[in-house]
C-alpha cells in the first residue's frame, strides 16, 4: 500500500506529493481490513508529519461506512486539535 501512495511514476496514486503534504491526515482503517494493514498505515504515518491513525476494531475495509458514528465522532476530535 505505501508504495502505491510513494509511486512517483505516472501511474501512481498520489505520486510523492504524500510525502510533501502540509496537512495533517487522519488516516482510517477497520482493524480486520483485508487491503490495508495496520503496518501499511503506520509507515504512512511516520511519513506523514502530524497525522493519526485511527484503527476501528471489529471492522472491515468499509469502516467509514460500517462504523460512521465512530468515524464521525474521531474525526469532530481530530479536526478540534488539527493545527
Not at 498520489?14 to 482493524?31: C, F, P, T, V, Y
Not at 506523514?48 to 460512521?68: D, Y
Amino acid at each position: 500500500m505505501v508504495n502505491t501512495w510513494l509511486d512517483t511514476g505516472s501511474s501512481g496514486y498520489a505520486n510523492n506529493h504524500i510525502e510533501k503534504s502540509a496537512s495533517q491526515i487522519l488516516i482510517i482503517r477497520g482493524d480486520k481490513d483485508p487491503l490495508c494493514s495496520l503496518a501499511d498505515v503506520t509507515e504512512l504515518a511516520a511519513i506523514v508529519k502530524g497525522s493519526g491513525i485511527l484503527n476501528i476494531p471489529f471492522a472491515g475495509h468499509a469502516a467509514f461506512i460500517n462504523e460512521s458514528e465512530i468515524v464521525t465522532i474521531c474525526l469532530k476530535r481530530f479536526f478540534n486539535h488539527v493545527n
